[in-house]
């Protein structure tokens, strides 16, 4: 059973634009969410997280906004440039944070078009 | 920030045979993570390895076939023993980021490919 789940497994947006990536989970004991981001041949890095004490956090053209009700969050990218072009990976943790195992989804490709 | 090598970065390998990949950070830490994902699903922790004790596998996951070892604070190992198609994933290790503890960073991955 799924934990977390990232229904979208892919997502085209033109440059300039915001996307918008969804994330939806199960697990009421989760703590933190983070989003992640991953190139081909590479391990995935670390965008932006949010505590499930808050509602939004902002970093720089990244947005997540948390609806703890719904189980729904939302990575939002203002304005979409090339380089956002990649899979990018909704987590979550326990309160032990970075300490935990973390839970992913299974990702969703955004794909930025000129 | 902590930089985490792989090694092997892929591998073929045949069924029945074990592979075991390296993770080395260039930093001490005392808890490392290993992870699985296979074509198409998500990232999937298979144990916790701290150094100086047993590691701790999640549900699925056993010694048996994933052992682990962790002979010191920058250093670990995962083997897929007896392998079969299905281990056909990328296993990644991880460590968790000291100045922003609620994340990790993660390794390059290891390619793994058993026919």
């Known amino acids: 059973d799924q934990q977390v789940k990232q229904n979208s497994p892919s997502l085209s947006v033109q440059e300039g634009r915001i996307s918008i990536l969804n994330c939806d989970y199960t697990?009421?004991?989760?703590?933190?969410f983070l989003w992640y981001k991953k190139y081909p041949a590479e391990g995935p890095t670390f965008l932006i997280s949010i505590s499930s004490i808050k509602d939004k956090n902002e970093d720089g053209r990244f947005t997540v906004f948390l609806n703890k009700s719904a189980k729904h969050l939302s990575l939002h990218i203002v304005p979409s440039q090339p380089g956002d072009s990649a899979v990018y990976f909704c987590a979550a943790s326990g309160a032990g944070g970075g300490a935990d195992g973390l839970t992913f989804g299974k990702g969703t490709h955004l794909i930025i078009q000129p | 920030s902590a930089v985490i090598s792989q090694k092997p970065s892929r591998d073929i390998c045949q069924r029945g045979t074990s592979l075991t990949i390296q993770c080395q950070v260039d930093?001490?830490?005392?808890?490392m993570f290993w992870y699985r994902q296979q074509p198409g699903q998500s990232l999937t922790l298979i144990a916790t390895?701290?150094?100086?004790?047993?590691?701790?596998?999640e549900s699925g996951f056993v010694i048996d076939k994933f052992p682990i070892s962790r002979p010191n604070l920058t250093f670990s190992t995962l083997t897929v023993s007896n392998m079969s198609p299905e281990d056909s994933s990328i296993y990644l290790c991880s460590v968790p980021r000291l100045d922003r503890a609620v994340t990790q960073y993660f390794g390059p991955g290891t390619r793994l490919t058993v026919l």
């Open positions: 930093s001490q830490v005392t808890m």
């Open positions: 697990n009421s004991m989760f703590d933190y």
């Open positions: 390895a701290n150094q100086g004790s047993e590691a701790t596998y």
